[in-house]
């Protein structure tokens, strides 16, 4: 079943699902984060004020349109915004998902390892 609902998604489909997937999981934590610092900076302005909503949500998107747009063309520029695998239309939405998370979890785990190794001196873990 799954075989022939992913069969069907259009182009149109998948673009649409991966702006959505770059926006959601990559472009909105980033503008979130960088609002949130400035009110725990003390920017008094940002208080209680709907402006700060509506321009996360449209830096975002004016963010991820320009990663999905520029990041095919130029991938080196733009290797840490645009993920390839939220626009293979074999894939359903959960496994694009899964996919970006998978890389992340095999980076954090060497970092532990890492860092293990250099807290106890010896460099063995």
């Given at each position: 079943m799954a075989a022939i609902?992913?069969?069907r998604k259009s182009r149109l489909h998948n673009a649409l699902e991966g702006l959505a997937l770059t926006a959601t999981l990559q472009s909105f934590p980033t503008f979130a984060t960088a609002a949130f610092l400035l009110k725990l900076c003390g920017d008094h302005d940002l208080v209680g004020d709907p402006g700060v909503a509506i321009f996360v949500a449209f830096?975002?998107?004016a963010?991820?349109?320009l990663a999905v747009i520029l990041g095919p063309s130029f991938p080196q520029l733009f290797?840490?915004?645009?993920?390839p695998k939220f626009f293979e239309a074999h894939l359903s939405l959960s496994d694009k998902i899964t996919a970006w998370r998978?890389?992340?979890r095999r980076?954090?785990?060497t970092g532990d390892d890492r860092a293990a190794a250099v807290g106890n001196g010896r460099g063995d873990g």
């Open positions: 609902a992913n069969a830096a975002s998107l963010h991820a349109t290797k840490t915004v645009y993920e998978t890389p992340a980076l954090a785990a």
